[in-house]
């Protein structure tokens, strides 16, 4: 049972290039999530998914895209980079649905700088 | 929208001692509270988590209580270990179509010997 587990690990792009960052999980979860985390301010939500098919904006989510067309598989794209999407990403999932309030569970990161 | 505060940003305690950070959030309609404690470089991980149905949570040497009337939720450490030290995340969820969690800014707590 591996959890989540996000691709790439650490990744440097230049301005105006293009990326997809991968995020799969194996605990059958429901609900996923994308955060970025930058110095001193916390978590911030970029995309979340309540199921396979279904996308909503978070906090934060011009600049990127996202799919989920399977449910254990959740992706961020990032069309056209930016030096302001420098940071730290974390996917997370959390599920099943039915249950009361459940935690997130977080995915390793990916360093992601854009020079 | 939910928007969680967090006190102190940072805090120093010496080995021993007790530590307590405080959030507050606005919206009511949050009845999940979990903390999470991040060590450098690694990801968040949940180290405890209250439900609003509950006042006072307790496990070993963490323990967070709740008052959902003032709408704040504190982390409490007694006798703080060198291993304590991290960055700790308190955050708040309602339990709705989504379920989304937001995150307080982080408190940085160091623990001296």
């Known amino acids: 049972n591996a959890g989540v587990t996000q691709t790439p690990k650490f990744r440097v792009l230049k301005t105006g290039q293009s990326m997809t960052l991968l995020c799969a999980q194996d605990?059958?979860?429901?609900?996923m999530y994308w955060y970025r985390q930058d110095p001193g301010m916390g978590l911030r939500l970029i995309h979340y998914s309540v199921g396979e098919g279904t996308t909503a904006k978070g906090e934060v989510p011009d600049g990127y895209n996202v799919s989920r067309l399977k449910k254990q598989n959740f992706l961020l794209g990032l069309e056209s980079a930016a030096p302001s999407q420098t940071s730290v990403y974390f996917c997370?999932?959390?599920?099943?649905?039915?249950?009361?309030?459940?935690?997130?569970?977080f995915g390793n990161g990916t360093r992601l700088t854009v020079t | 929208g939910e928007n969680v505060e967090q006190h102190p940003s940072t805090l120093s305690v010496q080995e021993g001692d007790s530590a307590v950070i405080k959030c507050t959030y606005s919206?009511?309609?949050?009845?999940?509270f979990p903390w999470y404690k991040q060590e450098l470089g690694k990801r968040p991980q949940l180290i405890i988590d209250?439900?609003?149905?509950?006042g006072e949570k307790k496990d070993q040497r963490i323990a967070v209580t709740l008052n959902k009337t003032a709408k704040h939720f504190s982390l409490h450490i007694t006798e703080t270990q060198p291993e304590d030290s991290a960055v700790y995340f308190c955050?708040?969820?309602?339990?709705?179509?989504?379920?989304?969690?937001?995150f307080g800014p982080g408190t940085r707590l160091s623990v001296l010997p």
């Open positions: 997370a999932s959390t599920g099943p649905r039915s249950s009361y309030n459940s935690p997130l569970h």
């Open positions: 919206d009511s309609a949050s009845n999940y």
């Open positions: 955050a708040a969820s309602p339990y709705n179509y989504g379920q989304n969690f937001v």
């Open positions: 605990m059958n979860h429901e609900y």
């Open positions: 209250i439900r609003s149905n509950v």
